[in-house]
């Protein structure tokens, strides 16, 4: 391994040393979002300097002409592959074992349309960490349209359930110890960009088909990665954009998705209530539970 750099005094990046030419099958599942597909397929073809890789579109009853036309168009590469899932109900958790189950990757990475790639080494980072025996999924740095983060790993406990960790942050300025730049443990990472080895989704089960259709999958996910003696690792040093609106929330939801939302958040609670009963292991239990920000609350303080 090589350690190189400093964002801070006393904390490196290192760099893992490839082992062979794995392959690596990038599911996308997709539903005539071409607005944002196009970009996110053109960004891992200019950029990615990996070479033994997969784009997997997982076709999910689009209806538009153009999007079958455009399917017909990038399939011409031979890095781009389509799967039609053919189940109307939108299974988020269905789709990607699905994608799974029909690839042939060493590693798979969980892949939003509505992404955009950043970091050109991205792949080569993510397998670094995932090769390492100890660590069972990879979570990457997201970004909003304006650069302000997305994603920068998830924490339990957040609002009863779980939320990421410092939404909205202004790009370029540091959170907590520089949180926001450091590669570290954390609870969970989002299905939006999740990085893993195939044998993890079959020493787990794969994703919870049943229960968490749409929320909480990845969540849900990782915590069964954690329960197993793996790590989770959330990895800066891989950005993208994720173009998910930032003023989408609860309130907004129609009236069934706002019941789904809520069976699917008991069924969290229920299936995690043990390890919702205490502090998140990797997010200090003196911080807020109602903020994402490392903000801490004098009642919530323990000594």
């Not at 304006?146 to 924490?155: E, L, N, T, V, Y």
């Not at 020493?203 to 197993?228: P, R, T, W």
Request: glycine share 6%.
């Amino acid at each position: 391994m090589l350690r190189t750099g400093t964002i801070f005094h006393g904390v490196y990046k290192i760099n893992y040393e490839i082992k062979g030419d794995p392959k690596v099958s990038i599911l996308i599942p997709n539903k005539d979002g071409l607005k944002y597909l196009k970009p996110c397929i053109k960004s891992i073809l200019k950029l990615t300097t990996y070479k033994n890789y997969e784009i997997v579109i997982i076709e999910n009853n689009s209806e538009k002409k153009s999007t079958f036309r455009y399917y017909e168009k990038i399939k011409e590469n031979p890095r781009i592959k389509i799967l039609y899932y053919t189940e109307k109900e939108f299974n988020y958790s269905k789709i990607i074992n699905y994608g799974v189950k029909n690839t042939t990757g060493e590693f798979v990475l969980q892949l939003n349309n509505d992404t955009k790639v950043i970091t050109k080494n991205w792949l080569e980072e993510f397998i670094g960490y995932a090769q390492q025996k100890e660590i069972g999924a990879v979570g990457a740095r997201l970004y909003y349209e304006d650069k302000s983060i997305q994603h920068a790993g998830i924490a339990i406990g957040i609002a009863g359930t779980a939320g990421a960790l410092l939404v909205n942050q202004e790009y370029g300025k540091h959170a907590y110890y520089g949180f926001e730049a450091i590669t570290r443990n954390v609870s969970a990472v989002t299905g939006a960009c999740l990085f893993t080895r195939r044998d993890i989704y079959e020493e787990v089960g794969y994703m919870n088909e049943e229960d968490f259709k749409v929320a909480f999958n990845d969540v849900d996910f990782c915590l069964k990665i954690l329960e197993k003696g793996y790590r989770i690792v959330y990895n800066p040093y891989i950005e993208l954009f994720h173009f998910e609106s930032k003023t989408r929330g609860y309130d907004e939801l129609d009236p069934d998705k706002k019941k789904r939302f809520d069976k699917e958040s008991i069924a969290f609670k229920n299936r995690w209530n043990i390890l919702l009963s205490k502090p998140d292991k990797y997010y200090n239990r003196n911080f807020s539970r109602n903020k994402v920000d490392f903000s801490i609350e004098p009642e919530e303080i323990k000594f």
